[in-house]
């Protein structure tokens, strides 16, 4: 099955910095989604976006639509300890198929060192 | 409280036989779905579910069976014919197809 290009894969940061990553996509999609996943539990959705260039933040957390409509971005603004976990999007082709599966990036593992 | 659970958290078999994990939600969402998440990789559709009795085949259904009777219940059978049945599985749902997934906490099957 396709699977999204995310980036970096994993990434240490000192508390309190910023952290960026991306998600990119050969093809085009209607939604995007961030999720975060702690050690053995399920992915918890952090941001949705639904339309290109939209902008949604929550808390410190702030996500993008790509204008293009093939990629998407999520920061985290002054990173704490619990922001360690590992990061997820997953988007949802446009497609006239009928199906409207999501497809999941291969995740950005993120370490806060205090 | 509103919500997904799944059951067992942890599920240790033999080889050879044929096992079935318990997903429920109380959310009144009508798609139901099934992934496979081995360390490394995102996550792989298994099977999912647009509305009850009804389910489709996902990217990696060969040696899974669902069922949806009921629309809060989306049990996922892994069979002797999984080869590697070793995996955390999760469950999600949502409101409709197009909408955005909400994910269970996840059970982990070990066979041994």
């Known amino acids: 099955g396709q699977q999204l290009n995310q980036s970096p894969q994993s990434m240490f940061i000192q508390e309190g910095e910023d952290v960026s990553m991306n998600c990119t996509s050969s093809?085009?999609?209607?939604?995007w989604l961030w999720y975060k996943q702690d050690p053995g539990e399920g992915p918890v959705l952090l941001i949705a976006?639904?339309?290109?260039?939209e902008l949604t933040s929550n808390g410190r957390l702030t996500a993008q639509f790509g204008i293009t409509r093939k990629d998407s971005f999520l920061n985290i603004s002054a990173s704490i300890p619990s922001d360690v976990g590992i990061y997820f999007c997953?988007?949802?082709?446009?497609?006239?198929?009928?199906?409207?599966?999501?497809?999941f990036g291969t995740g950005t593992r993120l370490k806060v060192l205090a | 409280d509103g919500g997904i659970t799944q059951s067992p958290k942890y599920l240790f078999r033999k080889e050879g036989q044929n096992v079935t994990l318990s997903c429920e939600q109380n959310?009144?969402?009508?798609?139901m779905y099934w992934y496979r998440q081995d360390p490394g990789q995102g996550l792989r559709l298994i099977y999912y579910?647009?509305?009850?009795?009804?389910?489709q085949k996902g990217d990696i259904a060969e040696g899974y069976s669902v069922s949806r009777e009921k629309k809060e219940s989306f049990p996922l059978t892994v069979t002797s014919a999984q080869k590697n049945p070793t995996a955390f599985y999760l469950c999600?749902?949502?409101?409709?197809?197009?909408?955005?997934?909400?994910f269970g906490p996840g059970t982990r099957l070990t066979v041994l």
């Open positions: 999600a749902s949502s409101i409709t197809s197009w909408n955005e997934q909400f």
């Open positions: 093809s085009i999609f209607n939604t």
């Open positions: 976006l639904y339309k290109a260039g």
């Open positions: 997953a988007g949802q082709p446009s497609t006239t198929s009928g199906t409207y599966k999501y497809i």
């Open positions: 959310l009144n969402h009508d798609a």
């Open positions: 579910s647009q509305i009850v009795n009804d389910f």
